[in-house]
């Protein structure tokens, strides 16, 4: 039974209250059992029995609950950094998709890679986020389109899984249609519904499944259709929603109970009514939105609405190359005008919540998982405005430690 103690503030990041209440306690200590939580509270409260434990030392350092990374598209192979220049030259995602370049470079890249090299290129990515103080990482498919690349990316995740020690999510993501079927829409939408799905849910490949809705993906009928067949195999929903115009993916999301909207640029406010009446969780993605020069989602207006955010990275190859959380973060304050704390609970909490995993993750109180980030920080606002590379001390999940240093 270990206890962590001279913790300078504890963010323990409760549910309960506004977004910006991460229920801090100065001073402070924690104790688990079993990977779990049994007592979190100021280190002067600390009940008699626990007093003999063996300690480990946070050094008055901040202690958040282990981040988490709610949407990624993390296994993928090649890159697409030319197009960052052709964006700013002023060539759109959707005319640089048209010519051949976006998601389809992408899926012919990942395509074309082996199991195997996708698998040990992902590790280091994974290694890279637990440095960052990230404890679970959602990770969508996508990048492979047809029946084979699909099953194939998300058995990589599952190998993934079973290889370190961060806990990952898999999602099946609808992302477009692939080349081969440009002239057999129809049949595509047939192939996701009655043979796709059915053989993610029969494998358990998946706990979600994700729609691009969106001018050159699927349209809202088609994301619908899509999402109802998967929410009937059991899998959980999400929506890419409203990111590049505002076409109704807010209120599908919450008509249909979705875990999660993501994206949200250009969300309307019959949208925004919509994830507050559903619960659904807005995931806000800083990073993509300043690449592709694209208006703020605003996060103000979900927060002022009661709308639970989640910040996340949407790392990916095309608009966010930056495999960093933290830098996602740093940069939601002054871009999304959410303070240090709101962010704090976005990629705690609110993240776990748009991965239906806030009952175990997310917090640090009884009964949770011990996934605790120790920080070189005394607080929020001087860990994401005095933004370094290498802030995170030491990161530890169900108790155990996975990186090095810190306690």
Known sequence: MPILRNIGLLATCRAAGAQGEIHAIAKAALVWRAGVVLWAGRERDLPRGYHALSAMDAGKRLVIPGLVDCHTHLVFGGWRFPEFSQ????????????????????????????????????????????????????????YGLLPEAEMKILKVIRELAARQPLRLVPTFLAHAVPAEYRQRRGAYLRLLVEEMLPAVARGKLADFCDVFMEKGAFTRGEAGRILAAAGRLGLGLKLHADQLSSGGGAELAGALGAASADHLEYVSAQGIRALKRAGTVAALLPLPCLHLGLQPPPARRFIEAGVPVAVASDFNPGTNPACHLPYALALAVPLLRMTPAEVLKGATIHAARALRRDHVLGSLEPGKSADFSILEAESPEEWLLGFRENSCAATTIAGRRVTPGGT
């Open 87 to 142: 964006r700013l030259l002023g060539r759109s995602y959707l005319e640089i998709a048209r010519a051949g370049g976006g998601l389809l470079s992408t899926a012919a890249a990942t395509r074309g890679a082996t199991a195997s090299a996708l698998v040990n290129r992902a590790h280091g990515f994974l290694r890279a986020l637990a440095l960052q103080g990230v404890t679970c990482v959602e990770i969508k498919s996508g």
